[in-house]
């Protein structure tokens, strides 16, 4: 059994999250776990520390034969070994694509509010961006505007930048909306870049479905990206893999990375394949604990966060805060970090949409988020008084 209550010492190591703010301050923004990662994984890498050689690394056939059968068991979704591109990370990734599927002066259409590295993409492969904003319905949950979606496409549009399980605002679109956006993306000739780094993060409930699954059309127009980073706690490792089903679009990824974008290194390498052969156990284990803070931080926030709305969360362990009916409305996330000690994600950071909200991670012991919460408790009694 893992144990999840552990708080780890993670400040003398060298944690952006923990020590980019002083000592007294919680952090409860960057996406990643305050968790050990799983001990197959960890055994594996010394394993292969022991054996005292890193030379340049070629992922193992059997890599590829594990993801294939991961993807097949998961969504019966059939793919090939080849089909496979092993990349550092999924940022990476996205902006590789955009560079490789399309040509300066055209455009590429993203949701916001989303994972800020979405909104420089485009630009960073001389695109224009486009942007549909979610809308959120009455209860919290966002929901996506189809009619203002197609209202954005353009003649330029050449690439849309999916982001599901979306991050931030939790939602994990389901088939309908999935085939909605795709049949959307076909009729005006867009290439579908799919971020589904959060897919194993599924709450109870909720069903991960890959956009590519929705038919051979759809997937010979789509790049996945998926990761065992979030899931299994690597993410410093930089082990990601894009699934690139349609040879043509493999071949000008390829061609695009020659001499700029190198493949995963070995340790990353070890410990991807260890957590998807023997991290599943740990998974389930971890997906009960992260359900019972995600039900913790509701409860909290519906109960002693007056002004604060919780979106609804059906995947990710990052909570999209709404604190524009607070009394730190104006200066959320400066009012909780100064004032609390609370470090959390600025929503105005994640684009249009985003102004007045804060993200928050709760992949961490439920003790250090108990802590967190009662320190923002603690600022919005003072703003009061």
């Known amino acids: 059994m893992a144990d999840f209550d552990h708080f780890p010492e993670r400040r003398s190591t060298e944690s952006v ?9 919680l952090p409860m923004w960057v996406a990643d776990m305050d968790f050990r990662s799983p001990e197959p994984v960890i055994q ?23 993801v294939v059968e991961r993807l097949a068991n998961r969504y019966q979704w059939q793919v090939c070994p080849d089909d496979l591109i092993f990349l550092p990370g999924v940022v990476t990734g996205f902006n590789l694509v955009c560079q490789a599927l399309t040509q300066t002066g055209q455009a590429a259409i993203i949701q916001t509010p989303v994972y800020f ?52 605002v ?55 990206l998926i990761a065992p980073s979030k899931t299994f706690n690597i993410a410093g490792l930089e082990c ?30 070890t410990a991807g394949l260890a957590a998807y052969k023997y991290g599943e156990g740990w998974l389930n284990e971890l997906l009960v604990y992260l359900e019972g803070n995600r039900d913790f931080l509701s409860d909290f926030v519906m109960e002693r966060l007056p002004g604060v709305r919780m979106s609804p969360m059906e995947g990710t362990y990052l909570a999209w805060l709404d604190c524009r009916g607070s009394n730190v409305a104006d200066s959320a996330c400066k009012s909780f970090l100064e004032k609390g000690r609370v470090a959390l994600n600025n929503g105005a950071d994640f684009g249009k949409g985003g102004e007045g909200f804060v993200r928050l ?15 923002m408790e603690k600022v919005l009694e003072q703003k009061n008084e």
């Open 44 to 66: 594996a890498l010394h394993a292969r520390v022991e054996h005292g050689i890193f030379g340049y690394p070629l992922p193992q056939d059997e890599f590829r034969q594990v």
């Open 170 to 224: 939790g939602r994990v679109f389901t088939r309908p909306e999935l085939e909605r956006l795709a049949e959307i993306c076909l009729r005006h000739d867009i290439y579908i870049c799919s971020d589904e780094i959060h897919s194993d993060l599924i709450f109870s409930g909720y069903q991960h479905t890959p956009i590519a699954t929705l038919g051979k059309q759809v997937s010979d127009r789509t790049v996945t």
């Open 17 to 25: 999250k923990w020590r980019i703010f002083d000592e007294d301050v």
């Open 117 to 168: 590295p979405f909104l420089s993409a485009p630009e960073n492969a001389g695109l224009t961006r486009q942007e549909n904003q979610l809308v959120m319905a009455s209860d919290g949950r966002y929901e996506i505007d189809f009619d203002d979606f197609e209202r954005q496409i353009t003649p330029q549009t050449k690439m849309f930048i999916l982001c599901n399980p979306h991050n931030p």
């Open 361 to 375: 991670n709760f992949g961490c012991p439920r003790s250090m988020l108990k802590d967190a919460l009662e320190r």
């Open 240 to 269: 990601s893999i894009a699934v690139v089903t349609n040879p043509k679009l493999r071949k000008r990824i390829e061609a695009a990375r020659k001499g700029l974008v190198h493949g995963v290194n070995v340790l990353g390498l």
